[in-house]
C-alpha cells in the first residue's frame, strides 16, 4: 500500500483536487437538495474559498510541489476538524460538507510524510484556530422577523411543502408535486401548507409575493399559479421589488402586500419543530405518524404514496 501510494501520489492528489471541486460545484448548485449550512471566513463565503483553496492544490500537484499540497491538506484537515464539530452541535449535516472534508482527509492520508509529522500537526492546529477565530455561519434557514397561513384542503392528513424558488431540485420537481398535491387537495385527502424558505437570501421577497398573491385571491389556484410564476421570475433571476410587481402584473395575477411577520414567525416555528435544513422537503403527519421526506425523488413518491 506504502509503495502504491508513493507511486501514485502525484495523481491521487490531482484526483482528490478535481473531486473536491467538483463536490463544490454540485453545492453550489445543490444537486439533489439544497442545504441549508451556511459559512464564511473573514466575509468570504467557504463555497468560493473551497474551490480556490482546490485549485491551489491542484496547481502544485500539476508542479509537483509535495511540500505545499502536504501542508495545504493539513491545514484543511484542521480547519474540516472545527467544521465537522460544528455540524455536531448543530445537529444539522451538509453531505457536500461531509463529502469535502473526506476528500480532504484522504488527500492528508495520500501526501503524509513521518519525517513531516511535527509540522503537520502544527498547521493542521493553526487551521483549527484560524477557523476558530475567523469563522462565521449558520445552520438552520431563519427570517428576519420573527409570517393569514398558506394552507389548503379539508383533508385529515397534514402535508408540509418546504422549498426555495431558487432552489434547483424544487424547480424540477415543481410541475409533478404541485400535479399530486392538485389531486390530492381535490380528493380531500390532504391539507397541504406550503412554506417558503429561505436557504437563498432572496427568497424572502419571493416570500413576500407568494402571500400577497394568497392574500389577495384564497384559493388553491391561485396558490399553485402564484408558485408557477415565482419560479419563473427566479428563472430570470427577478431580485428588485419593482421588478417583481411589474412581471407579476404583466402575469395578471393579482396580489395584497400585508405585514408578514406574523406569517414569518409561524414558518419559522415549523421550520425548527420539523428540523428543516434543506430543499425541497416533504413533512406529511397523518395516522401512521409523521415522516419528513428529503429530495427531489423522496417528495414525489411520498405524496403518491397518499393516493393509494
Do not use: W
Not at 428588485?240 to 419559522?268: C, H, N, Q, R, Y
Amino acid at each position: 500500500m506504502k509503495r502504491f501510494l508513493s507511486r501514485n501520489r502525484r495523481l491521487l492528489t490531482i484526483l482528490l483536487a478535481l473531486t473536491g471541486i467538483g463536490i463544490t460545484l454540485a453545492y453550489i448548485y445543490c444537486y439533489g437538495s439544497c442545504s441549508s449550512l451556511k459559512g464564511a471566513i473573514l466575509g468570504i463565503d467557504l463555497k468560493y474559498l473551497g474551490i480556490f483553496y482546490m485549485a491551489a492544490i491542484l496547481l502544485f500537484a500539476l508542479m509537483r510541489k509535495s511540500l505545499p499540497c502536504l501542508l495545504l491538506f493539513a491545514f484543511g484537515a484542521g480547519a474540516e476538524s472545527f467544521l465537522i464539530g460544528y455540524q455536531i452541535r448543530s445537529g444539522i449535516y451538509c453531505p457536500y460538507c461531509l463529502a469535502f472534508a473526506a476528500t480532504i482527509f484522504l488527500g492528508l492520508a495520500v501526501n503524509f510524510e513521518r519525517a513531516r509529522k511535527t509540522l503537520v500537526a502544527l498547521v493542521a492546529a493553526a487551521g483549527l484556530l484560524f477557523f476558530l477565530l475567523f469563522f462565521s455561519g449558520s445552520a438552520a434557514p431563519a427570517y428576519a422577523a420573527e409570517p393569514p397561513l398558506p394552507a389548503f384542503g379539508p383533508g385529515p392528513v397534514q402535508v408540509r411543502i418546504y422549498t426555495d424558488y431558487f432552489c434547483g431540485p424544487c424547480r424540477a420537481e415543481e410541475t409533478e408535486v404541485m400535479a399530486l398535491l392538485t389531486e390530492l387537495v381535490e380528493k380531500n385527502l390532504i391539507r397541504v401548507t406550503f412554506i417558503d424558505t429561505p436557504i437563498h437570501q432572496e427568497t424572502v421577497l419571493y416570500a413576500d409575493y407568494f402571500l400577497a398573491m394568497v392574500n389577495a385571491k384564497r384559493e388553491f389556484s391561485q396558490a399553485v399559479a402564484a408558485r408557477a410564476a415565482l419560479f419563473e421570475a427566479a428563472g430570470k433571476k427577478i431580485r428588485e421589488k419593482e421588478a417583481m410587481e411589474a412581471f407579476l402584473k404583466k402575469k395578471e395575477l393579482p396580489f395584497l402586500l400585508f405585514d408578514t411577520a406574523s406569517v414569518f414567525k409561524i414558518f419559522g416555528n415549523y421550520i425548527k419543530e420539523d428540523r428543516i435544513n434543506s430543499t425541497p422537503t416533504c413533512v406529511i403527519v397523518g395516522p401512521k405518524g409523521k415522516r419528513v421526506l428529503n429530495g427531489s425523488n423522496a417528495v414525489p413518491q411520498a405524496l403518491r404514496s397518499l393516493l393509494k
